[in-house]
């Protein structure tokens, strides 16, 4: 800002002030989360220096910010996700069982990673083809498994050579740990995917996005997801919408005639 709304006391900066900053920066072309990043870092000062008592009202409260474009979420496409368990890619011992299991459940079931990490063997009901997942705030949600999955899962179990109540454990027999299953989890996606982001996460993007794809409901894949609101799941009908028109222009029917 410039000199004019220079002042020696913190109480007399005013919301005006830091409207016209924002126009500025919207006049030189500053993308909308740089705006946001810089006005956010001065809500953080003021937060600090109101419980100084240095400041006793925020300016910035009635300053309006350039609205964020949504950013679509990575997805991984089904065919690299076929190619990556027809492959047979995985090791034939415990380690590759359990790092099969571990990412057909992630992709199949739309778990987070958190919750596959606290996922137990008794989470896994067989009976039901289901598995038990507790998600944020404790909340229980059934989510189908495929007989593959639950196949792949009871070799693994009778497989390594470490007891555990915890479904799944690392190299060592401890409970898994989040850096571990992201570096399993990027290294099998690099053999068939070359998308930039490889996380874990992704895989749950990839489930949602792939199951509306193929026509599924948006209050179903919420349910699966455990989302406590719609507006949480419909990103991925942008990812849905954006993957149509990529297939539209691809059609051999979306042809101009000529004249």
């Given at each position: ?83 990556l368990f ?114 874990p996460h ?17 209050t179903a ?39």
């Amino acid at each position: 800002m410039t000199d004019q709304y220079d002042c020696d006391d913190l109480s007399e900066i005013e919301a005006e002030w830091l409207r016209s900053y924002v126009v500025e920066m919207m006049r030189k072309a500053k993308a909308p989360r740089t705006i946001h990043r810089k006005i956010s870092a001065y809500r953080t000062f003021v937060r600090f220096a109101k419980r100084k008592g240095w400041m006793s009202a925020d300016p910035t409260e009635s300053v309006s910010l350039p609205k964020l474009s949504k950013r679509l979420p990575n997805v991984v496409p089904e065919h690299a996700m076929s190619e990556l368990f027809e492959e047979n890619v995985f090791p034939n011992d415990w380690k590759g069982r359990r790092d099969r299991s571990v990412i057909a459940l992630m992709y199949e079931t739309g778990v987070r990673m958190s919750e596959l990490i606290a996922l137990e063997v008794t989470d896994v009901v067989r009976d039901k083809s289901e598995l038990r997942v507790y998600g944020k705030g404790n909340k229980e949600r059934r989510v189908p498994l495929m007989k593959e999955t639950i196949e792949s899962i009871e070799e693994h179990l009778e497989r390594r050579p470490f007891k555990s109540r915890f479904l799944f454990i690392s190299d060592a027999g401890r409970s898994l740990y989040p850096s571990f299953v992201y570096r399993r989890v990027h290294h099998y996606l690099s053999l068939v995917s070359s998308i930039q982001k490889k996380s874990p996460h992704v895989l749950r993007h990839s489930f949602a996005t792939h199951l509306l794809n193929r026509g599924a409901e948006l209050t179903a894949v919420k349910d699966l997801l455990g989302h406590a609101s719609l507006s949480s799941t419909e990103i991925y009908t942008h990812q849905s919408l954006a993957r149509l028109k990529e297939l539209h222009q691809d059609s051999p029917l979306n042809v101009r005639p000529t004249e």
